[in-house]
């Protein structure tokens, strides 16, 4: 029954793979130290089958990983997330992105922020995507118990997406320039207990479609520390995109709950 729920649990998050990074939920709190980063891995073996002849094996992971670098007055940050599922032979989920990011003055309210990002998901036949761009954070408030901000940016993006029900292995190829915006929060409520939310809109207009494509993102989430190094983590998000390059489900959603180890 346990390895059932964790099973459940793994294709959950892998189904619903955010599109978008919260870099929020992400984001390391600098001390004394010079290097900082949390990490969250999981591995899974499951086999159950109701005929003796048509066994069932699912073998997953899952790795996540956060890292920073704090030059003076700057932050470097490293952001990985890996999914794989595999059922019998085949490889049915594998999902994952690679976020860095330069975050310069950040004793200023205002700073400029520059990232890269590679990003691939097979269950939605995106392989790859690639992303650059340059955004300027504004603090509006930066207490040590509550922060609250905002950051206009823009990026370059390409992708490359199979299309849906194609027995050919036919690809669409895009890029675009594009309008990238969030604003968020963070509330240390209690030494033991933070919450952090984050709302991303993209936008760009396609002129060889003639029309706007817009992409949202809000995730919620709920950290609660057990010890100094390990905690709980409870996450909501939601995704919608109303003109996908191919024909995918249109709104995402995802709730994960895990444990978290801090270094």
Known sequence: MKYSIVILGLLVSQLCFSQILNIQHSKIKQD????????TASLSLYNRSAAADSPVEF???????SIALFPKNSRISSVTRINYL???????????FQHLRYSMFEDKKIHPEAFVQYQYDNFRGLSPRWVAGLGVRHDIVKTKKLSLFFSPGIMAEY???LVPDSNTGEEV?????KSTNYVGFRW???DNLDINSINYYQTTYDRNAN???????????FNTKITERFGFNNSFSIAYEDQPIVAITQTIYSFTAGVNYRF
């Open 159 to 161: 992708e490359s997406w």
């Open 211 to 221: 029309l706007w494509r817009n992409r949202f993102n809000v995730e919620l989430n």
């Open 59 to 65: 073998f997953g992971y899952n790795l996540n990983s």
């Open 32 to 39: 004394s130290s010079f290097v900082k980063g949390n990490l």
């Open 188 to 190: 240390d409520v209690n």
């Open 173 to 177: 190829n895009v890029s675009f320039l």
């Open 86 to 96: 595999k059922i019998n032979e085949n490889m049915f989920l594998n999902t994952g």
